[in-house]
């Protein structure tokens, strides 16, 4: 996909996910600039650290949509999935598996502590990160929301999943208030386009279940070729780094 066309996806993206914030969180505790008393350049100072972040990589700017889009979708935008310590929490969920960013919104948290200490949450930074690092039209971003301190894997049970029928996602969505252009839209811009870096390969996300998990049992795809299948398994090992690309061509 040329550069520009997935420009204007993650834009359009961040927009729609904009409008999941208003349907899955109370209104009346958000409000634009909500820390211009406590933390005046909150916003910009993430806006640095997100912009950065992409000038160095730009597959970064997929990366924090698609995190920003898994945080809101389970419960709304919470920040919950940013626990990372706990084995039974939303991140270790299947759906959110390979998503990663955590560091960029790390690396911001740590540049806001140090000036206003216990002021903005981590859920507002991962919101407006989504629409710092798409580097498109500006919008305002209602800020305000609290860090939810518990994280729990069964939550995240309703994400959309790689083995979901075209009818399930609809149905997903839906209950979210948003249209089958949104689902197409959404799989374009927050998943397909993070990674975009990757042209000509895949993920060993996508090869976990024909490994591990296809047959009773826990057996493997029978269709994969039995001299290959030894290659695969090399490559993406169980409960190994599902982020690891191998080549499609073979």
């Known amino acids: 996909m040329q550069k520009g066309n997935t420009q204007i996806a993650l834009i359009l993206a961040s927009l729609i996910i904009s409008n999941i914030v208003v349907l899955v969180v109370s209104q009346g505790q958000l409000r634009v600039g909500f820390y211009s008393k406590t933390c005046p350049n909150a916003e910009s100072i993430s806006r640095k650290v997100v912009q950065k972040a992409v000038a160095d990589n730009p597959r970064n700017a997929a990366i ?10 389970v419960q709304g935008c919470d920040g919950s999935i940013l626990i990372r310590n706990d084995e039974d929490g939303e991140l270790k969920a299947q759906g959110n598996l390979g998503v990663v960013g955590f560091d960029i919104i790390d690396s911001a948290k740590a540049r806001l502590e140090n000036l206003c200490p216990g002021i903005v949450s981590c859920t507002d930074i991962v919101s407006l ?11 305002d971003v209602p800020t305000g929301r609290r860090d939810r301190r518990v994280s729990k894997m069964s939550l995240a049970a309703n994400l959309p999943d790689v083995d979901d029928s ?5 149905s997903k969505f839906k209950e979210k208030g948003l249209s089958d252009k949104d689902l197409v839209l959404l799989s374009g811009g927050a998943e397909i386009h993070v990674r975009f870096a990757y042209i000509g390969a895949t993920a060993c996300f996508f090869m976990q279940k024909r490994l591990y998990n296809l047959t009773p049992g826990g057996g493997s795809d029978p269709a994969i070729n039995p001299g290959f299948l030894p290659q695969l398994k090399d490559k993406c090992p169980f409960n190994g780094d599902v982020n690891v690309r191998i080549p499609l061509d073979s």
């Open 64 to 73: 924090l949509l698609r995190l920003h889009f898994h945080d809101c979708f």
């Open 129 to 139: 990160a989504a629409r710092d690092a798409v580097n498109g039209p500006f919008y």
């Open 166 to 170: 075209i009818n399930v996602l609809k």
